[in-house]
């Protein structure tokens, strides 16, 4: 199971950024695009950020040290929205509803924030994050910090106080309730903390909601300096 691979254009006045752009070619989630209005991702090369088609920064990428490639980059962060994307489109799952308060708008390091997750009916809560460039981050349940994974089948919501920190962009949360416990999802994101997911992590959620019952959602969290 993949996503579609993004269709990025690379705005790039100076040149300065010829052999990312040939890095990413060979790339299985990006495709190239001839102009913006055709893109889900813009590289501002100028301005040292990714940006989505409707104009926020999803993820900062300054001028490399030297040596470096940014194509990496880029290509994990066009990695991520194809999950993303992908994520939304799949149908047959009851959607959980994620917010975040005090509002969802930008909101900067340092801040404090709240997600709120409602409207689960199934027993089995599993939380996560992925970072503006698609890296992992555990957020529930984590055993080691004495979570139960049935912590929340009386259907009361899950609220998780945050603070904003880098690396800045966009942000996603994703959950899913199932009505069993996803034992080799849970083992999954436990080896993937920290890491940055690649296309075959569709596969593995596909497989750790089969033959279940399963309820899904997920929510964008953009953040700035």
Do not use: C
């Amino acid at each position: 199971v993949r996503g579609r691979p993004q269709a990025l254009f690379v705005a790039d006045d100076d040149g300065g950024a010829a052999d990312d752009t040939a890095g990413l070619a060979a790339l299985d989630t990006v495709a190239l695009a001839g102009s913006s209005d055709d893109a889900d991702l813009v590289w501002d090369v100028g301005a040292g950020a990714l940006l989505s088609s409707l104009g926020d920064v999803v993820a900062p990428l300054p001028d490399p040290s030297p040596g470096e490639a940014r194509s990496e980059s880029v290509g994990r962060v066009a990695t991520k929205w194809a999950l993303v994307e992908t994520l939304k489109s799949w149908p047959e799952a009851k959607r959980l509803t994620l917010g975040l308060s005090p509002s969802d708008g930008l909101h900067h390091v340092g801040e404090t924030v709240t997600l709120t997750i409602e409207g689960h009916t199934l027993p089995y809560l599993t939380v996560f994050n992925l970072d503006p460039f698609g890296v992992l981050n555990r957020v529930f349940p984590i055993p080691n910090l004495g979570d139960q994974f049935d912590a929340f089948a009386d259907g009361k919501a899950f609220d998780l106080p945050m603070e904003v920190y880098q690396p800045v962009g966009g942000d996603h949360f994703v959950a899913i309730a199932t009505e069993r416990p996803p034992l080799a999802l849970y083992d999954a994101l436990a080896s993937l903390d920290g890491r940055p997911v690649e296309a075959g992590f569709l596969t593995l959620l596909r497989q750790a909601v089969a033959d279940q019952r399963y309820e899904m959602g997920l929510h964008g969290v953009f953040t700035a300096e």
